[in-house]
């Protein structure tokens, strides 16, 4: 099993920008891809940013040239900058981790941090 806790959510104007983290525990040398994920009322989860073990990185094509993943491997955590925040950007962000398990693939998601961008 793998625990994950975000933090780094909050209130901020359009603009703005904010820093999300993530702190992996638990069977942490399962981990392969690490990423976030987000959640806007009404919206389906949807895939924001994800970076491999080896450092590799996917973005949504709404966040490209704003938003950068990152990761350390050594203290098991991985970041969200986000920079010139908007509305739309509001939502509920979910860190999620992909662990290799018998048979195929676990995602294991944390319980998700608040992010509210105002115009």
């Known amino acids: 099993q793998v625990q994950l806790v975000e933090s780094g959510g909050g209130l901020v104007q359009a603009g703005g920008s904010l820093r999300l983290s993530c702190a992996a525990s638990g069977s942490v040398f399962s981990i392969n891809a690490m990423g976030w994920y987000r959640q806007a009322p009404g919206k389906q989860r949807e895939l924001v940013a994800d970076?491999?073990?080896?450092?590799?990185?996917n973005y949504a094509d709404s966040v490209k040239g704003r938003f950068t993943i990152s990761r350390d491997n050594a203290i098991n955590t991985v970041w969200l900058q986000m920079n010139s925040l908007k509305p739309e950007d509001t939502a509920v962000y979910y860190c999620?981790?992909?662990?290799?398990?018998?048979?195929?693939?676990?995602?294991?998601w944390g319980k998700g941090t608040l992010v509210t961008v105002s115009s």
């Open positions: 970076i491999t073990s080896g450092g590799s990185t």
């Open positions: 999620n981790a992909k662990g290799r398990v018998v048979g195929g693939i676990m995602n294991y």
